[in-house]
């Protein structure tokens, strides 16, 4: 059985949570748990709609993979201690939540408002709470575990009916707003809807339906990761063998440290060396003056 939405969310809330989210709303605890009584299912009821529609799953799915969980709470009282953090947790759901609701989303949260007798933007910031943690949980699976898209729409299809039932009496504003009469489980067995095979069930790790696309996108990653692995070896050995030759001071150029360079101080110039180099090629300068080959001063020839 993948993991239970409606029930992980409101886990979420407990008294302790509602006490101190009521103090930074600046609302009571009465209204506020009424308010996120309708928020939750307001919510996934939103994304399930959302995932209906057509490349729905899709968009969600690469909203997801663009995000930086490693700040996300994984439950909400983890960022009630503090304004800021509250704060920061809604804005980086204010995301999800567009891509969900879209331009609906500012009617929502005053739907919910009206319902619970709580102001549009406490309304506005529980559902950034339960969203931001929701995204958490999908995002996280979607970088580490190969979330798809018919993972998603499978996990969402399967829990569709009891969301739409779990919507509270007067907030019909918002399922008439949403569609949320289209939120239907489709018929079949609960593994045929759910999936047969399921991630591990924890809290950072919930079950959620896989499918054969993600896990072949797992093993892309995984292959990917390992020719990375290989060229970065390759270049470390090419740089390492490229510092370990020998090069010369000016230009770099590798050159034979065993080799001996003779200075001019201690070349040969005696006279006995010259006449023989004179015999030998006809002179001892340099062969590329002017004259004749072998003859250093062509106003030689003309001499008897």
Partial sequence: MAVHLLSYLKEQFTPGVIDLLSQELGETPTATLKAVNGAI??????????AQASGGASSIVGLLSKGDYSHTPLDVSQVLDEHQQTEETVTAARGFLTAIFGDNLTRTSELIGTYSGT???????????AGGVLMGVLGRQEQEKGLSAHNLSTLLLGQATEI??????????????LGFNELQTPAGP????????NFS??????NIPKSPEGDRRLENVRWLRWVMVVIAVLVAALIIQKCSENQNGTDGISTDSTARVESNAVEDTSAATRRSIQEAHGQTGDSTVPGALGIRDSSATDRP
Avoid: H, M
């Fill in 41 to 50: 299912p307001v919510l996934l009821g939103g994304l399930t709609r959302r």
């Fill in 119 to 129: 102001k549009p933007q406490s309304s506005l910031t529980i559902l950034g709470l």
């Fill in 164 to 177: 739409r039932k779990a919507v509270p009496s007067g907030l019909e504003g918002v399922s008439s707003l």
């Fill in 190 to 197: 609960q593994t045929e809807v759910q999936g047969a095979d």
């Fill in 201 to 206: 069930g924890t809290v950072i790790n919930p």
